[in-house]
Every structure is written in C-alpha cells, then in structure tokens.
C-alpha cells in the first residue's frame, strides 16, 4: 500500500478542520476552534490502489508558521484552502504557495502536487471570489481546482482523491514511482 502526505493549508476560519473532519468523520464541526496542528490517517482506493494518507491538518495563524514550516517541508501533496465568501483569503493562498516553493526549494511550481479548494460554497449569496477567478489561478498554477462546502459535504472526497492522483503524477515524472531493486549484501 503506497502512502502519501498531504498537508491542508490556508487561511484561518477558511474551513481547513472542517473539510478534514468531514473526510475522515463525515461530520460537519460547526464551531470554529483554531488548530495548532493535527494529524490523521485515512485509507482510500484512487485508482484501483490502496492508499494511505497521513494527513497534515495545519494552523492558519501567523504565530504558527514555524510548525507549519515543518509540515510543508515533510508534505508532498497539498490542499491550498481558501473561503469563497474571503477575498483576503484567496490573495494570502497565493503567498502559503510561493513559501511552499521556497521551503521545498524546487525549480517550478509543477513540481509540487497540489490543489486549489474554494470552500464554503453553500454559502453562494455571500461569494466574493468568482469562479473565474479560481480557474485562471488554477490554470496559472497548473492543477486541478474544487469548489467545495465541508457543511455539505459536497466535493470533500473528490480533493483528496485528486490530490493523491497529483502526488502519483509527480512521482512518476521525477521517476519516484520504480520499484526499488533488492540487493543482497554480505558483510565479512
């Protein structure tokens, strides 16, 4: 069974915990708590593969940065969150994507898996960041994007089915994805 690490960033209040806790508990935490930082495991089926996520559900307030320097360094998927009805949360992704660059310090933006999720669409009335908005980011970007409401569970499985299917991606175009050979050692 392959395992994958994937770290939920973003904003606070965007509605990280929520989104986690309605995949891994199918239930909508109403009340906001802000997360220092949690870990889950979860075992799903992408693509006909066992999968295990370790899952990284991360603080959004600055006084937490340091620890969440520590996830990003060890993630290798990422759930960039931010709220429709937040522009200011939509702009501060896109500084939480270029510290994750730096941290990871690699050549493209391609070369990290992730996901854009606009969250908090049952909440449609209040919206200030257009659909429109979200894709041209996300086709800046280059990765897929979802817009989801953890209140109605409505694309939570979906993001993390393709976030694995990213990290796979990348995997396979850095050649992380081969089997490795068994040698035998002898020590004398």
Request: hydrophobic letters at 35%; one cysteine or more.
């Amino acid at each position: 069974m392959s395992k994958y690490k994937v770290v939920i960033v973003g904003s606070g209040g965007v509605g990280k915990s929520a989104i986690t806790m309605q995949f891994i508990q199918s239930k909508f935490v109403e009340d906001y708590d802000p997360t220092v930082e949690d870990s889950y495991r979860k075992q799903i089926v992408v693509e006909n593969e066992k999968c295990l996520l370790d899952i990284a559900d991360t603080a959004g307030q600055e006084e937490f940065g340091p620890l969440r320097s520590v996830y990003l360094r060890a993630g290798e998927g990422f759930v960039m969150v931010f709220s429709i009805v937040e522009k200011n949360t939509f702009e501060e992704i896109k500084m939480l994507k270029d510290q994750i660059v730096r941290i990871k310090d690699v050549e493209s933006i391609h070369d990290i898996p992730l996901i854009l999720v606009g969250n908090k669409s049952d909440l449609e009335d209040k919206r200030e960041v257009t659909q429109q908005q979200m894709k041209e980011l996300a086709d800046s970007w280059d990765c897929p994007f979802f817009e989801t409401s953890a209140k109605n569970n409505s694309n939570i499985d979906e993001c993390f089915q393709q976030i694995v299917k990213q990290i796979k991606k990348v995997r396979e175009k850095l050649g992380l994805n081969k089997p490795v050979k068994k040698t035998r050692c002898t020590i004398l």
